[in-house]
């Protein structure tokens, strides 16, 4: 059973471009969130989509935004990059009626 | 506002020893409250979880310990192994349910030593 998939593991981009990360839920989960996690900082929540709809928004510009595919998987876009997106994203699933969220192995973005 | 708190960026303990992660929090609106281990390089690792009604929840060698009054739980591990070096995040959640986001804090380093 395959776990909480991301893609890539490591991104390197300049200040202004737009980046696009890839996440594939564990088999079996309907609800996708993603997280940013600063150096020395816990994971900060960005959003949460389930249902192929954004239900829930953390405290993150509109320059961060998302998807949910019909079969489940989520992507994460973030516009205008700015050094401070510079962060370890991590996606996270769960299935509705579980508090649990369980965790991929996270995208480390780089700005430069 | 940092909602989830913990105060000890590290901790060090002895192989065969108890190892006990402190957590405070301030919205007493939050209903469960998570433990989560993260290796360097892996995302974190869902290891227990305690619904605000209850006390205390036991797992094999995890034990988490729940206080209302003040606002603060704690993750005992016994005994401590070498494999238990990692990360230790305290996370809780409002309104139940998996559509609810994780607030954290901000890590406790463990180090468990031969």
């Known amino acids: 059973d395959a776990g909480v998939t991301q893609s890539p593991t490591h991104l390197i981009k300049t200040r202004g471009q737009q980046v696009t990360l890839r996440c594939s839920p564990k088999?079996?989960?309907?609800?996708v969130s993603w997280y940013q996690q600063a150096l020395g900082q816990g994971p900060q929540f960005i959003f949460q989509?389930?249902?192929?709809?954004?239900?829930q928004r953390g405290n993150f510009p509109d320059r961060f935004s998302g998807h949910q595919f019909p079969n489940y998987s989520s992507e994460l876009n973030v516009n205008a990059l700015l050094l401070g997106d510079s962060a370890l994203y991590l996606c996270?699933?769960?299935?509705?009626?579980?508090?649990?969220?369980?965790f991929g192995q996270g995208t480390r973005l780089t700005v430069v | 506002d940092q909602q989830v708190k913990q105060n000890s960026p590290s901790l060090s303990v002895q192989e065969g020893r108890i190892s006990i992660l402190n957590c405070d929090y301030t919205?007493?609106?939050?209903?469960?409250f998570l433990w989560y281990k993260k290796y360097p390089a892996e995302g974190p690792t869902f290891l227990i979880s305690i619904s605000s009604i209850k006390d205390k929840n036991e797992d094999g060698r995890f034990t988490v310990f729940l206080n209302k009054s003040a606002k603060h739980l704690s993750l005992h591990i016994v005994p401590s192994q070498p494999g238990d070096s990692a990360v230790y995040f305290c996370?809780?959640?409002?309104?139940?349910?998996?559509?609810?986001?994780?607030?954290f804090g901000t890590g406790t380093l463990l180090a468990v030593q031969p």
């Open positions: 919205n007493s609106m939050f209903d469960y």
């Open positions: 996270a699933s769960s299935f509705s009626i579980r508090v649990e969220a369980f």
């Open positions: 088999s079996g989960h309907d609800t």
């Open positions: 996370a809780a959640t409002l309104g139940g349910g998996a559509t609810n986001k994780l607030i």
């Open positions: 989509y389930y249902e192929e709809e954004e239900r």
